[in-house]
């Protein structure tokens, strides 16, 4: 999660990029013929929804496995939020904001949506840096 090359960065680092290329009007030129929201979008949803989803049951066997590592649980709600962000945030997650699986063009260049929509992917940055806090406070 904190790994990162001259190409490639994760975790909250590359929650935060993707949270400021859309802030900073990358989008406000592009055409719907050029624009390709897998790559340029939905990709990056994908991996926070799938990571938000996805990782209860294996964190749950972790668990189980392991009872006496208790900060799992407190792992497991950061990545409950994460997928608040994405699909579940009282109309202020991530799909509410038109900025989900189906975001369209349009949505990533207005500016207002797009304040609002780097201010969520900035939370869950936010959550994955208190995930790396706790697994390096840990180990």
């Given at each position: 999660m904190t790994q990162k090359s001259d190409a490639l960065i994760y975790?909250?680092?590359?929650?935060?990029?993707?949270?400021?290329?859309?802030e900073?009007?990358?989008?406000e030129n592009e055409t719907s013929d050029n624009f390709d929201s897998?790559?340029?979008?939905?990709?990056?949803?994908c991996v926070l929804a799938t990571n938000g989803s996805c990782i209860h049951n294996f964190l749950?066997?972790?668990?189980?496995?392991?009872?006496?590592?208790?900060?799992l649980?407190?792992?497991?709600?950061?990545?409950?939020?994460?997928a608040g962000i994405w699909s579940n945030d009282n109309g202020e997650d991530l799909e509410a904001?038109?900025?989900?699986?189906?975001?369209?063009?349009?949505?990533?260049?207005?500016?207002?949506?797009?304040?609002?929509v780097a201010k969520k992917i900035r939370e869950a940055a936010d959550c994955m840096d208190k995930v790396v806090?706790?697994?390096?406070?840990?180990f």
């Open positions: 975790g909250p680092e590359a929650l935060r990029a993707w949270a400021d290329t859309i900073s009007g990358w989008f897998w790559g340029m979008h939905t990709n990056f949803v749950w066997r972790a668990k189980i496995l392991n009872p006496d590592m208790a900060f649980d407190d792992i497991n709600k950061l990545y409950e939020r994460t904001l038109g900025a989900g699986f189906n975001v369209t063009l349009e949505t990533l260049q207005d500016k207002e949506k797009c304040r609002k806090k706790i697994l390096r406070d840990i």
